[in-house]
């Protein structure tokens, strides 16, 4: 059975103060790894997909890579509106539609 | 461009009841999928379904059921509520055409409480 762990479970940052969140994962095959944001009460707002190991994406103050075993997503110089809950999640490829998730990182930013 | 829709946002329910829960995709999706997300963790697969059939189903009861209609919206029965169903019900849209991404897209949920 697919398995995500995410660590740390809970981050407060200063404003500026940069740093990485872990995915790990276990999956027969991969079809590929999301990344999502989630404020209080919403849904989880896409951010990223990887599909193998060695991608990077970016967008703005954050930057997802993968492993064959893990992800990481770091948030260079966040700002306070970067506070939310990063959710991990993986497609594995005996599934068209299950995303298996991970139980987040929430991430709160100090000015 | 609309998003997923969801309908409705909040809902409280008593201990037996029946609830249905609607989602409308982003258009041109055909894949609706469901999940289920208590507080503090992540959100838990129950449903795919993808040109009105069911593709995949979570570990979640027979009191749990889906459709998909020919608009491609979807409805979330679930019967015989039990406390514990309390949570936000999640609809996520994706494509799935041959050489498209998987990608899904989520509504703002549907909060259920059970009392």
């Known amino acids: 059975e697919d398995q995500v762990t995410q660590s740390p479970e809970a981050l407060r940052l200063q404003e500026g103060e940069s740093s990485s969140l872990n995915c790990s994962y276990t999956v027969s095959g991969l079809r590929g790894l999301f990344w999502y944001r989630q404020d209080p009460g919403k849904g989880p707002e896409f951010l990223f997909t990887l599909y193998s190991a060695g991608e990077e994406k970016e967008k703005e103050r954050l930057k997802a890579t993968l492993t064959k075993k893990e992800s990481f997503l770091h948030i260079t110089a966040p700002k306070p509106e970067d506070s939310a809950t990063y959710l991990c999640a993986v497609l594995g490829t005996d599934s068209w539609g299950k995303l298996q998730f991970g139980a987040g990182t929430q991430v709160v930013v100090t000015p | 461009d609309a998003g997923v829709t969801q309908s409705p946002t909040h809902l409280i329910k008593t201990r037996g009841q029946h609830v249905t829960l609607r989602c409308s995709p982003i258009s041109g999706h055909k894949s609706v999928s469901w999940y289920q997300q208590v507080l503090g963790q992540g959100p838990q697969f129950i449903f795919q379904?993808?040109?009105?059939?069911?593709?995949g189903r979570g570990n979640f009861p027979d009191r749990f059921s889906a459709r998909q209609f020919p608009n491609y919206s979807s409805e979330l029965n679930v019967n015989a509520l039990l406390l514990g169903d309390s949570a936000l019900y999640l609809c996520?849209?994706?494509?799935?055409?041959?050489?498209?991404?998987?990608?899904?897209?989520f509504g703002p949920g549907t909060r259920l409480t059970v009392t």
């Open positions: 379904y993808y040109e009105k059939e069911e593709r």
């Open positions: 996520a849209s994706s494509s799935l055409l041959a050489g498209a991404n998987y990608e899904q897209y």
